[in-house]
């Protein structure tokens, strides 16, 4: 079996595994049709078209479901997945915020306790204090909770480079 | 009934017009229609949910995984066909006028 075979066999495969109940029956005929596609492109092409097409269909009901006006109905194991990825980088996110506010407000508070009069050590002391204390804080705890809570330490690396992000622009238009 | 007569939807529909009694597997609509499953497996979805398209497995062979079957129930036929019939007449009115104008 052909690489491009063997990728659009296994995706359709997990696309089967992880569908809900009413999606399921749908996934599985995408899938029995992979072995009458001649072209192996033709197969991987049509595994990509059938995981769009499952995620069409179940993404509005989970959705719905998550709104509440199909809260009695099963829910499947894909919008169970997805509903706890996007809780874990949202609390990862969350967690970065509070660092960060955390950080900024210790160092005002410091200059408030000491006043400084030399304003360029002011500077690297607000840099240090604000950016590399709170960026080496998110980069040690996602590599620490990457196995464990890997949606998480997406949310906190998210941050991370938000962060940079937001300080490269900082420093090229001021 | 609300369902979204998109073009491709038509060509669904056309592509089951063909054969109208005849089980189709959703690979040969594909062929037929020229729709990637992306596009056309939304598609028969929709008709299904609105008991437009009955499905059927077909009994596998050894070795062979089972493969999904539609056609389109009494009410699905129907419905294709007046569609079918509406979108021709507007065809032919297009053309007509079209010729009335020059």
């Not at chain 1, 996934?27 to 499952?54: K, V």
């Not at chain 1, 030399?118 to 909770?145: H, M």
């Not at chain 2, 369902?3 to 529909?13: A, C, E, K, N, W």
């Not at chain 2, 009494?74 to 065809?91: K, T």
Request: aromatic letters at 8%; a positive charge.
């Amino acid at each position: 079996m052909s690489a491009p075979r063997r990728l659009a066999s296994r995706l359709l495969h997990e696309v089967v595994r992880h569908s809900s109940s009413d999606s399921r029956d749908w996934a599985n005929a995408m899938l029995g049709e992979l072995d009458f596609i001649e072209s192996d492109w033709a197969a991987l092409l049509w595994a990509l078209g059938s995981t769009s097409a499952i995620l069409k269909h179940s993404v509005p009901r989970g959705l719905r479901a998550c709104f509440g006006k199909r809260s009695n109905q099963e829910e499947g194991p894909m919008l169970k997945h997805i509903r706890r990825t996007a809780a874990g980088t949202l609390s990862g996110v969350m967690i970065a915020v509070v660092v960060l506010v955390g950080a900024f407000g210790l160092v005002r508070l410091l200059f408030v306790l000491y006043p400084e009069p030399d304003l360029k050590r002011v500077q690297w002391a607000e840099l240090l204090a604000v950016i590399v204390v709170p960026e080496t804080i998110f980069i040690v705890s996602a590599l620490a909770l990457w196995r464990k809570r890997r949606s998480m330490a997406v949310g906190i690396v998210m941050s991370a480079v938000t962060l940079v992000a937001h300080v490269v622009v900082h420093l090229t238009t001021h | 009934m609300k369902l979204r007569l998109s073009p491709q939807t038509l060509q669904v529909l056309d592509a089951f017009l063909q054969a109208p009694k005849d089980w189709i597997y959703g690979y040969d609509i594909s062929r037929n229609t020229g729709l990637k499953s992306g596009t056309l497996y939304p598609i028969l979805m929709r008709l299904a949910e609105r008991k437009l398209l009955e499905t059927s497995w077909e009994t596998a062979e050894v070795g062979k995984p089972p493969r999904h079957l539609y056609r389109l129930t009494p009410e699905g036929m129907r419905f294709a066909q007046e569609h079918h019939l509406r979108h021709a007449i507007g065809r032919l009115a297009r053309v007509a006028f079209s010729g009335v104008n020059r």
